[in-house]
């Protein structure tokens, strides 16, 4: 069966740091990855997806993830932060087929000023 | 609407109530999904509806939560005789396939349930 672990359960980066989160699965044959935000009372936004192909995938608002399926990874990074980046990050995994998605438990971002 | 949209947006009822919630899915996505998130918790995968298949209930929590869709679009979740575990909120999203079985789900704003 499919799992993802998101190690951290929050991150505190100042302002215009780098970020990175970290997202570990099980799965196996190729995943279909994915990240999601949610800021405060909101639902969840799609921020970038994997399916195959190049393993370095862009995303919206200034996001990137790579796919390394050696360590079944599929960490997030953005180069500079910005306050309003500070919301819940949820990876998720998805079966080829399509038929369920498994969430991470998420990871609280904070931005300092 | 261009979205997925649930109703209500914040429901409180009192223990051993049942309760409805429902969800309507983008107009022409076929599969429809219904996750519970508790406070501070991810997503739980409750339950899965794929077109006029049978839907997979395998998240289901118990007996006392059920679920339909009716015409292959609108859903809704039900909850028998609620719990004060059960208060959480529950998310819906449906499904865009892709080229292939590639696909992305689209999330409502979810219903805050609040049992007392």
């Known amino acids: 069966a499919q799992s993802v672990t998101q190690p951290d359960i929050h991150i505190t980066v100042s302002e215009g740091a780098s970020l990175e989160l970290r997202c570990n699965y099980s799965?196996?044959?190729?995943?279909?990855l994915f990240w999601y935000v949610q800021s405060p009372g909101q639902g969840l936004q799609l921020l970038l997806k994997?399916?195959?192909?190049?393993?370095l995938v862009q995303g919206i608002k200034g996001f990137e993830a790579e796919f390394k399926r050696s360590q079944s990874s599929f960490n997030l990074r953005k180069p500079s932060v910005h306050w309003s980046d500070a919301a819940e990050y949820f990876c998720?995994?998805?079966?080829?087929?399509?038929?369920?998605?498994?969430f991470g438990a998420g990871t609280r971002l904070f931005v300092k000023a | 609407g261009a979205g997925v949209s649930q109703s209500p947006s914040n429901k409180v009822t009192e223990k051993g109530k049942d309760v409805e919630l429902r969800c309507d899915p983008i107009?022409?996505?076929?599969?429809l999904y219904w996750y519970r998130q508790s406070l501070g918790q991810g997503l739980e995968f409750l339950i899965y509806f794929q077109g006029n298949s049978a839907p997979d209930k395998s998240g289901l929590p118990s007996d006392r939560f059920s679920a339909e869709r009716t015409g292959g679009s609108v859903s809704t979740l039900t909850i028998q005789r609620t719990q004060q575990e059960d208060s959480a909120v529950y998310l819906c999203?449906?499904?865009?396939?892709?080229?292939?079985?590639?696909?992305?789900?689209?999330f409502g704003p979810g219903t805050r349930l609040t049992v007392l």
């Open positions: 799965y196996g044959a190729t995943p279909y």
């Open positions: 994997y399916f195959s192909g190049d393993t």
């Open positions: 998720a995994v998805g079966d080829t087929g399509g038929f369920k998605t498994i």
């Open positions: 999203a449906s499904r865009k396939v892709y080229g292939g079985d590639r696909y992305e789900q689209f």
């Open positions: 107009s022409g996505h076929t599969a």
